[in-house]
């Protein structure tokens, strides 16, 4: 299967799951962040987290459903709930070439 790009959006479940969450994490360094949440079927590439009740992720993944696996791995699945979302079109100024964009609805 071809991996595609897919943002989630993520909440706590209450503010138990948020303090043991942000407990869970807050002695790991960036790199086993990422490799907590790693699988041969899904990885996440950026990670945003604020104050707010919502923070997002960006995985490059096969499904949906091995994203919420990868997550079972590294035992955050209990705690939150995630909304996975495809996203047909990915650019970044990291990786810029003059290429016509993809239209999503295509």
Request: glycine share 4%; aromatic share 12%.
């Amino acid at each position: 299967m071809t991996k595609k790009h897919f943002i989630c959006t993520h909440t706590w479940l209450n503010e138990d799951a948020k303090k043991a969450g942000t407990e869970a994490t807050s002695n790991m360094t960036e790199r086993e962040f990422f490799d907590s949440v790693k699988t041969d079927k899904a990885e996440t590439l950026a990670h945003w987290m604020g104050k707010e009740d919502f923070f997002f992720c960006h995985w490059y993944a096969d499904s949906a459903d091995d994203i919420m696996d990868a997550l079972d791995k590294g035992g955050y699945h209990e705690l939150m709930i995630t909304m996975p979302s495809e996203m047909q079109r990915f650019v970044s100024v990291d990786n810029m070439k003059d290429r016509k964009l993809i239209n999503p609805e295509d």
